[in-house]
């Protein structure tokens, strides 16, 4: 992945986890962004390691993006599609993270 690719990967991910204040978003925000971290670096550790150094720090720098927000437009968050949301980015293809192509149980969370 390029630099702008696996930065728009993460912020295009975690713009959809819905996240926000209520306790089981938030848990859903904050692991979403190790799953999504930790897929970045299995899928170009080279370029990972050049933005975060280590997936830590990319979790570290990513989890301040779950402080705002909630689901939106009256819409309300799904706990079950949140956990196959999270299970399924450890098979998610690499390229299809590079092009924005995200689970699609992963659009389901908020609904």
Same mark, same amino acid.
């Given at each position: 992945?390029?630099?702008?690719?696996?930065?728009? %990967? *993460?912020?295009?991910? *975690?713009?959809?986890?819905?996240?926000?204040?209520?306790?089981?978003? *938030?848990?859903?925000?904050?692991?979403?962004?190790?799953?999504? &971290?930790?897929?970045?670096?299995? &899928?170009?550790?080279?370029?990972?390691?050049?933005?975060?150094?280590?997936?830590?720090?990319?979790?570290?720098?990513?989890?301040?993006? &779950?402080?705002?927000?909630?689901?939106?437009?009256?819409?309300?968050?799904?706990?079950?599609?949140?956990?196959?949301?999270?299970?399924?980015?450890?098979?998610?293809?690499? %390229?299809? *993270?590079?092009?924005?192509?995200?689970?699609?149980?992963?659009?389901?969370? &908020?609904?």
């Amino acid at each position: 992945m390029k630099h702008a690719v696996a930065t728009a %990967t *993460l912020a295009v991910a *975690l713009a959809g986890a819905g996240c926000g204040s209520s306790t089981s978003v *938030l848990d859903y925000c904050q692991n979403g962004v190790q799953a999504i &971290c930790a897929r970045l670096f299995d &899928c170009d550790p080279q370029t990972a390691t050049q933005l975060y150094g280590s997936q830590s720090n990319c979790v570290n720098q990513n989890n301040g993006q &779950c402080a705002n927000g909630t689901c939106t437009g009256g819409k309300t968050f799904d706990q079950s599609a949140a956990d196959q949301c999270l299970a399924a980015y450890p098979s998610a293809s690499c %390229t299809d *993270l590079e092009h924005g192509i995200f689970p699609a149980v992963c659009s389901q969370v &908020c609904k």
